[in-house]
């Protein structure tokens, strides 16, 4: 019941405190994603990484694949990938990105293709570019037809965020797909 604020000065301290550099944070997320039990432990992981954008964008895309796999739910999901990583993040290591967000919409793990739509949720209302509106469209065709409402509810979001910068390829989107 830490409220957000106070979440923040916490994280910002560990990481002022300890002068903490790339490798030590990623071990620091590491033990704290493979060891933590409670939503609090893992959204206090995701605020290491929200108050530290310079090592954030050090740390190659790929280590949310393992942290990943120790979310349960929507919003140890979602608060790991909505919050922390911009349209200028994504498209500066857009290989490594587009390749892991590809590769997360194909998972076994729900969360994981959850993750492909939700990482672009706010990327795709930054920024204009097609990169990431493309790969957006796609995941989302990838995932149209599963049921379960970790994806349905991520795909009725990236469409919503979409519609700032797409809204005549939404549009188009949901016709061809009204069904």
């Known amino acids: 019941c830490i409220k957000s604020e106070s979440n923040k000065k916490i994280a910002r301290r560990i990481i002022k405190k ?3 550099n790339k490798k ?3 071990d620091l997320l590491n033990s704290l994603y493979s060891k933590g039990t409670t939503f609090e432990e893992v959204y206090s992981d995701t605020r290491l990484l929200g ?4 090592l954030r964008q050090q740390i190659n895309p790929n280590k949310l694949d393992y942290w990943l796999n120790f979310t349960h739910g929507w919003a140890e999901t979602d608060v790991l990938c909505q919050f922390n990583f911009t ?4 498209l ?3 290989n490594a990105w587009k390749k892991l967000l590809i590769k997360f919409s194909k998972d076994k793990n729900v969360h994981k293709r959850r993750a492909s739509l ?3 949720t706010k990327s795709v209302g930054m920024s ?6 493309d ?5 989302a065709d990838l995932l149209k037809n599963e049921k379960d409402i970790l994806i349905t509810k991520a795909i009725s979001w990236i469409l919503r965020s979409l519609i700032k910068n797409h809204k005549k390829e939404v549009a188009d989107y949901l016709k061809k797909n009204k069904e």
Request: aromatic fraction near 6%; avoid cysteine.
């Open 118 to 120: 939700v990482l672009l």
């Open 51 to 54: 108050v530290s954008p310079k």
């Open 24 to 26: 030590h944070l990623v």
């Open 135 to 139: 790969l957006a469209f796609k995941n």
């Open 18 to 20: 300890n002068n903490l």
């Open 87 to 90: 349209s200028d993040e994504l």
């Open 128 to 133: 204009d570019d097609k990169k990431l509106s």
């Open 92 to 94: 500066s290591n857009w």
